[in-house]
């Protein structure tokens, strides 16, 4: 099916087109690119001009540029437009235009994007549904999500982020949403802001892009639950506050097991239960969310809560998996993978769900340890020492056994640990990766946190690869 034509796409961006093309997709990277997809030539840290020729090699539709690039023929399918950046937020402005879905934006401190595929699991039972891939966020992923969705479609669930003040606001007012969902406030990106309710301001300025007769979902029992609410009510939206403050969207409970986390939750009246295999607790919170969304669209509780259920985090956002050290004897550890960002809040709640998983019996008979693997937080601002340090003062850290720090922003952590909990402390995440198999014996329940850029992913590689059971062969 055709998602774009050359007229369709010149009439959306002013642009002149070069051949009568049709374009199956869109895409702004040459290493994903599908046959028929309409490439998009952004200038990020290298200009996707230079990739337009390889590109249309690979099978492309057309591409969207400026000029026509060096050694691109005359006879190439393209679109020029003065600006591709502009040109790209006009495709996704028509593709949003034209669509029949409802629209659920999404932005939040923490868990956007699991609580995004939280809702493409829901909402797949009750019709179509387009969502993003990955953490397509931002300035440009927003609007290649919105530019990539079928008009046909029953749903659309669009992740908005920030970085800085005043993003949030026009990425909302791009996607139009007829639903938004804030997931939670907490200290992030506090480098660009100078307070938590700075913050809050800016995730709450998602409500100024909402339809009418729109939904507003917010968290009732942060802090900073007042600024969001004033917001909504502002948005002349329908506000469904969500938590134990919320009369409609009410939580009752979350316990949590080793295998699951329990929500009891009552929603419009209706008593609900979900349960979230290997998730935190913290998870629960993003499905009471999403369950507040099921009734904004008057779906079916009953079944949009079976299915939350169906959900489990991905790979680097809180995945547990059991890892054999042995291929015959019983000899295993349970590693949680959550190593894709963080930031205070994320990582007490990371901590909370270690404390509440009981370890295994090891090797000698005796119970196994609660190990934490701590990369660094980014984007904490002048406080971000303090912030390091106050990890060690967190109610789940009596339950922890020991901790490795990885980074310089965790030396302030590791400084701060008493001298029983104090593990290895490394700058880089290669050096403590090398030392995997020093780290960890039977039993043990390992936490794997850290901000995307601290690396700590490559602990988890390295954790994994001691699994004996994927290296037998036959």
Same mark, same amino acid.
């Given at each position: 099916?055709?998602?774009?034509?050359?007229?369709?796409?010149?009439?959306?961006?002013?642009?002149?087109?070069?051949?009568?093309?049709?374009?199956?997709?869109?895409?702004?990277?040459?290493?994903?690119?599908?046959?028929?997809?309409?490439?998009?030539?952004?200038?990020?840290?290298?200009?996707?001009?230079?990739?337009?020729?390889?590109?249309?090699?690979?099978?492309?539709?057309?591409?969207?540029?400026?000029?026509?690039?060096?050694?691109?023929?005359?006879?190439?399918?393209?679109?020029?437009?003065?600006?591709?950046?502009?040109?790209?937020?006009?495709?996704?402005?028509?593709?949003?235009?034209?669509?029949?879905?409802?629209?659920?934006?999404?932005?939040?401190?923490?868990?956007?994007?699991?609580?995004?595929?939280?809702?493409?699991?829901?909402?797949?039972?009750?019709?179509?549904?387009?969502?993003?891939?990955?953490?397509?966020?931002?300035?440009?992923?927003?609007?290649?999500?919105?530019?990539?969705?079928?008009?046909?479609?029953?749903?659309?669930?669009?992740?908005?982020?920030?970085?800085?003040?005043?993003?949030?606001?026009?990425?909302?007012?791009?996607?139009?949403?007829?639903?938004?969902?804030?997931?939670?406030?907490?200290?992030?990106?506090?480098?660009?802001?100078?307070?938590?309710?700075?913050?809050?301001?800016?995730?709450?300025?998602?409500?100024?892009?909402?339809?009418?007769?729109?939904?507003?979902?917010?968290?009732?029992?942060?802090?900073?639950?007042?600024? !969001? *609410? /004033? @917001? $909504?009510? +502002?948005? =002349?939206?329908?506000?469904? #506050?969500? %938590?134990?403050?919320?009369?409609?969207?009410?939580?009752?409970?979350?316990?949590?097991?080793?295998?699951?986390?329990?929500?009891?939750?009552?929603?419009?009246?209706?008593?609900?239960?979900?349960?979230?295999?290997?998730?935190?607790?913290?998870?629960?919170?993003?499905?009471?969310?999403?369950?507040?969304?099921?009734?904004?669209?008057?779906?079916? !509780? *009953? /079944? @949009? $809560?079976? +299915?939350? =259920?169906?959900?489990?985090? #991905?790979? %680097?956002?809180?995945?547990?998996?059991?890892?054999?050290?042995?291929?015959?004897?019983?000899?295993?550890?349970?590693?949680?993978?959550?190593?894709?960002?963080?930031?205070?809040?994320?990582?007490?709640?990371?901590?909370?769900?270690?404390?509440?998983?009981?370890?295994?019996?090891?090797?000698?008979?005796?119970?196994?340890?609660?190990?934490?693997? !701590?990369?660094?937080?980014?984007?904490?601002?002048?406080?971000?020492?303090?912030?390091?340090?106050?990890?060690?003062?967190?109610?789940?850290?009596?339950?922890?056994?020991?901790?490795?720090?990885?980074?310089?922003?965790?030396?302030?952590?590791?400084?701060?640990?008493?001298?029983?909990?104090?593990?290895?402390?490394?700058?880089?995440?290669?050096?403590?990766?090398?030392?995997?198999?020093?780290?960890?014996?039977?039993?043990?329940?390992? !936490?794997?946190?850290?901000?995307?850029?601290?690396?700590?992913?490559?602990?988890?590689?390295?954790?994994?690869?001691?699994?004996?059971?994927?290296?037998?062969?036959?």
């Amino acid at each position: 099916m055709s998602l774009w034509t050359a007229q369709d796409a010149a009439r959306a961006t002013g642009g002149q087109a070069a051949g009568d093309w049709q374009a199956t997709g869109l895409s702004i990277d040459t290493r994903s690119l599908q046959p028929g997809d309409l490439f998009v030539a952004l200038k990020a840290a290298r200009d996707g001009h230079d990739f337009v020729a390889q590109a249309l090699e690979k099978g492309a539709g057309a591409a969207l540029v400026s000029h026509r690039p060096d050694g691109v023929p005359e006879d190439a399918p393209l679109l020029i437009v003065p600006d591709v950046m502009a040109a790209l937020r006009d495709l996704g402005a028509v593709g949003r235009a034209r669509a029949k879905a409802r629209v659920i934006a999404v932005t939040g401190s923490v868990g956007k994007t699991s609580t995004k595929e939280m809702l493409r699991e829901m909402l797949a039972g009750f019709g179509q549904v387009h969502a993003a891939e990955a953490s397509f966020n931002n300035h440009w992923g927003v609007p290649v999500t919105l530019a990539r969705l079928d008009p046909e479609a029953d749903f659309a669930v669009i992740e908005i982020g920030m970085n800085h003040p005043g993003e949030i606001e026009p990425l909302a007012r791009l996607t139009r949403p007829h639903v938004a969902l804030i997931t939670t406030i907490a200290p992030a990106h506090l480098e660009a802001f100078e307070n938590i309710e700075g913050i809050a301001r800016e995730k709450a300025s998602i409500f100024n892009g909402l339809e009418r007769e729109a939904h507003a979902i917010h968290p009732a029992d942060l802090p900073t639950s007042a600024i !969001l *609410a /004033r @917001a $909504a009510e +502002a948005s =002349g939206a329908t506000c469904l #506050p969500f %938590g134990q403050n919320s009369e409609i969207v009410h939580l009752h409970e979350i316990s949590q097991t080793h295998e699951a986390s329990v929500l009891r939750a009552e929603v419009g009246g209706l008593r609900l239960a979900v349960r979230l295999r290997q998730a935190g607790a913290h998870f629960a919170m993003n499905a009471l969310g999403c369950l507040g969304v099921a009734h904004a669209l008057g779906l079916d !509780l *009953a /079944r @949009a $809560a079976l +299915a939350l =259920g169906r959900w489990q985090p #991905p790979a %680097g956002r809180g995945q547990r998996q059991t890892i054999r050290l042995d291929p015959v004897e019983p000899l295993e550890f349970t590693l949680i993978d959550d190593a894709f960002n963080a930031n205070p809040a994320s990582l007490e709640a990371a901590l909370d769900m270690l404390a509440g998983i009981a370890p295994g019996a090891s090797q000698s008979g005796r119970a196994g340890r609660r190990i934490a693997i !701590l990369g660094d937080m980014y984007e904490l601002g002048p406080e971000e020492a303090a912030l390091h340090a106050a990890v060690a003062q967190l109610p789940a850290m009596t339950s922890i056994d020991i901790v490795h720090c990885v980074g310089p922003r965790m030396d302030a952590l590791h400084r701060a640990l008493p001298a029983h909990q104090r593990g290895q402390y490394v700058t880089q995440s290669e050096d403590l990766a090398a030392a995997v198999h020093q780290l960890v014996s039977p039993g043990d329940v390992v !936490l794997v946190k850290g901000s995307k850029a601290s690396l700590v992913s490559r602990v988890v590689d390295r954790l994994r690869h001691l699994d004996a059971t994927a290296h037998q062969v036959g």
